[in-house]
């Protein structure tokens, strides 16, 4: 099966700044990848995707990079807020629709 | 329009217990997925329903089953309970086991094993 590590698993950041969250996976049949924001106690909320087809997307604030070739993607926000601060995955899909999570990073953004 | 909704939000089971939990997916949405999130974790893949056939499984044991309706609603099931069991079990439902479209999660059930 998929194998999806995500780094770092903590990330402190000045408000302002860009943060940058990194992932990997092993399988190379996975072929879309999308990134969930996860707030306390709240449920994961899709924030942007990308498939396999794309190298870059960009939705704002928040961008998406895949290099299929390495297996490896990442979330760039940048100009980041106090309300970016959040639990932050990263998954894959393998096999129709079924996902696999890496374990999660968690931002704080310092006002 | 109603999202994905999950019930009970929050319960507490000794082990050896059986625990039953519920799901109902978005509107339009005919796909449920179970995911199993320990604290600190990221969601593990427990099983999907499609067509009220279980289509895929991940790598849980056989005491994890589960049901879906011709409504698309589901259940999850859990029996003999273990403390490793505690978790937040989310559903999340999607259009079609085919699309590779976005997942709609619940805000989870949140059980505790004592």
């Known amino acids: 099966g998929e194998n999806v590590e995500q780094h770092p698993s903590t990330l402190s950041v000045q408000e302002g700044d860009s943060a940058v969250i990194k992932c990997t996976y092993s399988?190379?049949?996975?072929?879309?990848f999308p990134w969930y924001k996860q707030e306390l106690g709240k449920r994961p909320q899709l924030i942007i995707d990308?498939?396999?087809?794309?190298g870059e997307k960009k939705d704002q604030r928040i961008a998406v990079t895949l290099n299929k070739t390495a297996k490896h993607f990442s979330l760039h926000i940048t100009e980041t807020q106090p309300e970016d601060s959040a639990v932050y995955f990263c998954?894959?899909?393998?096999?129709?629709?079924?996902?696999?999570f890496g374990s999660g990073t968690k931002l704080n953004v310092k006002p | 329009d109603a999202g994905v909704t999950q019930s009970p939000t929050h319960l507490i089971k000794t082990r050896g217990q059986q625990v039953t939990l519920r799901c109902s997916p978005k509107?339009?949405?005919?796909?449920v997925s179970w995911y199993q999130q320990a604290l600190g974790q990221g969601p593990q893949f427990i099983f999907q329903?499609?067509?009220?056939?279980?289509?895929q499984r991940g790598n849980f044991p056989d005491r994890f089953s589960g049901h879906q309706f011709p409504n698309y609603s589901s259940e999850l099931n859990v029996n003999a309970l273990l403390l490793g069991d505690s978790a937040l079990y989310l559903c999340?439902?999607?259009?079609?086991?085919?699309?590779?479209?976005?997942?709609?999660f619940g805000e989870g059930s949140r059980l505790t094993v004592l």
């Open positions: 999340a439902s999607s259009l079609g086991v085919g699309n590779t479209g976005e997942l709609f």
């Open positions: 399988d190379s049949a996975s072929n879309y």
């Open positions: 990308i498939r396999s087809n794309v």
């Open positions: 998954a894959t899909m393998y096999n129709f629709n079924k996902f696999y």
């Open positions: 509107s339009g949405h005919d796909t």
């Open positions: 329903y499609y067509e009220e056939e279980e289509r």
